[in-house]
């Protein structure tokens, strides 16, 4: 059975940064592409970034691009998202998840086989 386990979420002003984490159990983790996604109140779920297994490409939504990383730490099946210059439209619940195929390299909400709980973030004006 698969696992995600985010934390790091919170409240920050407007210019700051977090850093998500999300620990991954249950399968072979380096072997599998891991992404990011968002859902604002009243909007639909949308991808932020994601990160391939292997070469470890990353791929990042317009919007956050030169602002969030993301990174991954196969040795403790862990996928972060730091995020810097953080803008009150940053605020959403944030979701870790994983594909079904190992094939996946650039995720979307229709290829996620697996989401964890989110995470609350929170940025104020």
């Known amino acids: 059975q698969v696992q995600l386990v985010e934390s790091g979420g919170g409240l920050v002003q407007s210019g700051g940064s977090l850093r998500l984490s999300c620990a991954a159990s249950?399968?072979?983790?380096?072997?599998?592409?891991m992404g990011w996604f968002r859902q604002a109140p009243g909007k639909e779920r949308e991808f932020v970034a994601c990160?391939?297994?292997?070469?470890?490409?990353?791929y990042y939504t317009d919007s956050v691009k030169g602002r969030f990383t993301i990174s991954r730490d196969n040795a403790k099946n862990t996928v972060y998202l730091q995020m810097n210059s953080l803008k009150p439209e940053d605020t959403a619940v944030y979701f870790c998840?994983?594909?079904?195929?190992?094939?996946?390299?650039?995720?979307?909400?229709?290829?996620?086989?697996?989401w964890g709980q989110g995470t609350q973030v929170t940025v104020s004006s």
């Open positions: 998840a994983t594909p079904v195929a190992r094939g996946v390299v650039r995720m979307t909400t229709e290829n996620v086989a697996y």
């Open positions: 990160i391939s297994w292997g070469v470890s490409t990353s």
């Open positions: 249950g399968r072979t983790f380096s072997m599998y592409t």
